[in-house]
């Protein structure tokens, strides 16, 4: 199994700054990641996701970075805008090929 | 057009009672699943099925019977309805079935339980 975490629950951030989400997972068999976005009232939705045999992801505005050593994943987005804020979760696929999902952490971004 | 749809959006019922849920994918995806999202936004997949057979079946209780009569369908029956099954419940999809290949999943936008 897996057991996913977001270091903080909560982020507040000022609109045009660079945001960054942290999360730890627990297994080191963990061969995929994926970061989603949940605004408020929908379902999850995909952003961006990672391999363990890369270190680094990028997409538009934002970028997945993955330090198996330390099992530690993040995602930075870049020039943060009001659409961004939303509940982030971070997941990884164990070897018993279940997605685990974190708790998630809620990004407010500031006027 | 919506990739994958749940009905009802809400769902308000008596507890004791026998509830389903419906879900719909028009994506041509050969896997979907159930997740239940708590009042902390936990998410905690439930039940994963490929192609009409059950493939991941957590520790859900037996009460909560998943039903795929085809590939993209899956619906969520739930008996003996209670307190603690109040929730949010998604349905997802993905072409893989996370054995190896590219696991995005793409969600529903919810079912919000609540059991009186």
């Known amino acids: 199994g897996e057991n996913v975490g977001l270091h903080l629950p909560t982020l507040s951030v000022q609109e045009g700054d660079n945001s960054i989400i942290n999360c730890a997972y627990s297994n080191s068999a963990s061969d995929y990641f994926i970061w989603y976005k949940q605004e408020s009232g929908k379902g999850p939705q995909f952003i961006i996701d990672i391999r363990s045999n890369m270190d680094k992801r990028q997409g538009q505005r934002v970028t997945v970075l993955l330090n198996k050593t330390v099992k530690h994943l993040s995602l930075q987005i870049a020039a943060t805008q009001p659409g961004d804020s939303a509940v982030y979760f971070c997941a990884a696929r164990s070897n018993d090929y279940k997605l685990s999902f974190g708790a998630g952490t809620t990004v407010t971004v500031r006027a | 057009d919506t990739a994958v749809s749940q009905t009802p959006k809400y769902l308000v019922t008596q507890m004791g009672n026998d509830k389903s849920i419906k879900c719909e994918q028009n994506l041509g995806h050969d896997t979907m699943y159930w997740y239940k999202q708590d009042s902390k936004k936990f998410l905690k997949i439930m039940f994963s099925y490929n192609n009409k057979e059950l493939i991941i079946n957590e520790t859900v209780p037996n009460r909560f019977s998943p039903k795929s009569p085809d590939k993209a369908h899956l619906n969520l029956h739930i008996n003996s309805l209670e307190l603690g099954d109040s929730a949010v419940y998604f349905c997802?999809?993905?072409?893989?079935?996370?054995?190896?290949?590219?696991?995005?999943?793409?969600f529903g936008p919810g079912t919000r339980l609540t059991v009186l």
């Open positions: 997802a999809s993905s072409q893989e079935t996370g054995r190896g290949g590219r696991d995005e999943q793409f």
